[in-house]
């Protein structure tokens, strides 16, 4: 939804009160208007799909006892935690966060660790190249268009595809909700070392098989 300069003329009082309701949502005085109009004139914006879906994912990993989500008012990112059966339990934290764009590119997760073992931080690397190997297999195969994947020093992110324009939010949420618990189950059974790579791409298959959307 493309967005246009316009110049408003509000009474003083008005942009105090804005301004304070903006400062306690986390938004801007723009944005903040923007929702306000949205609500008024029932026009849904790409800022209020993505925190709808945010939130859809929120409730859907809820009843989790392995993923606990957490999703700051009006936002368009939200992040999950998952401890590892570790010494120390050492936590792993993803980052989901969604794009006003739609497309190829619309969003992205990232698997965020922090940990001072260097065995640890080998084992979870060979997983992430892993997975990429497998991803770029599975669509080539399909002829789809893999996605983007950067790797660094406590940090993998791979891009998020959304380019279907009926897609509902609770289709969205439900194929966001399901590829995190896959990724995250099949990342600890790695590092547990009860998983060959040839078991993680079968269980990898089978996992995507079943989505009705691939993100």
């Given at each position: 939804m493309?967005k246009t300069?316009?110049?408003?003329m509000l009474?003083?009082?008005?942009v105090r009160e804005?301004d304070?309701?903006?400062?306690?949502?986390?938004v801007?005085?723009?944005?903040?208007i923007n929702e306000?109009?949205?609500d008024?004139?029932?026009?849904?914006?790409?800022e209020?799909?993505?925190?709808?879906?945010?939130?859809?994912?929120?409730?859907?990993?809820m009843p989790?006892?392995?993923?606990i989500p957490?999703?700051?008012?009006?936002?368009?990112?939200?992040?999950?935690?998952?401890?590892l059966?570790y010494?120390?339990r050492?936590?792993?934290?993803y980052?989901?966060e969604l794009?006003?764009?739609?497309?190829?590119?619309?969003?992205s997760?990232?698997?965020v660790f922090?940990t001072?073992?260097?065995?640890?931080?080998?084992d979870?690397?060979q997983?992430?190249?892993?997975?990429?190997q497998?991803e770029d297999h599975w669509?080539t195969?399909r002829?789809m268009?893999?996605?983007?994947?950067?790797l660094?020093?406590?940090?993998?992110?791979r891009?998020i595809?959304m380019?279907e324009?009926?897609?509902s939010?609770?289709?969205a949420?439900?194929?966001i909700?399901d590829?995190?618990?896959?990724?995250d189950?099949?990342?600890?059974?790695?590092?547990?070392g009860s998983?060959?790579p040839?078991?993680?791409?079968?269980?990898?298959d089978?996992?995507?098989?079943?989505q009705?959307?691939i993100l």
């Open positions: 493309k300069l316009y110049s408003l009474d003083e009082d008005i804005i304070i309701l903006a400062r306690r949502s986390g801007t005085r723009s944005g903040l306000i109009l949205a008024y004139v029932q026009v849904m914006t790409p209020r799909r993505i925190n709808q879906v945010l939130q859809e994912v929120e409730q859907l990993l989790s006892r392995q993923l957490y999703l700051p008012p009006n936002s368009m990112s939200m992040s999950m935690k998952s401890s059966a010494k120390y050492p936590t792993v934290k980052e989901v794009y006003r764009t739609r497309g190829i590119d619309s969003g997760l990232s698997v922090r001072q073992s260097a065995q640890l931080i080998d979870m690397t997983f992430f190249v892993l997975w990429k497998i669509f195969a002829g268009q893999p996605r983007q994947y950067e660094y020093r406590g940090k993998f992110v891009s595809s380019e324009d009926t897609l939010t609770q289709d949420a439900q194929a909700a590829y995190v618990q896959t990724f189950t099949l990342m600890k059974a790695w590092l547990a998983c060959t040839e078991q993680v791409m079968q269980q990898y089978a996992a995507m098989e079943s009705s959307v």
